[in-house]
């Protein structure tokens, strides 16, 4: 086994791109599915909640005009 097999972090700091890659394409697979679309709809809507009440001012200069 190797150290990029064991996700361990390059000198460089940063991590393998084969690890990045299988990241990746998770992320790709679950957002392909009708469970994977609907969370990132609800994780955009609780965004959009949270920055309206907490920065209302530039939550409108970006959103209203």
Known sequence: MTAAD????????????ARTMRVVER???????????TAALVAALLAALIWSNVFPAGYEAVCVG
């Open 6 to 17: 064991r996700g361990a972090v390059t000198p460089a700091g940063r991590a393998p791109a």
């Open 27 to 37: 992320a790709r697979a679950m957002l392909a599915g009708e469970a994977g679309g």
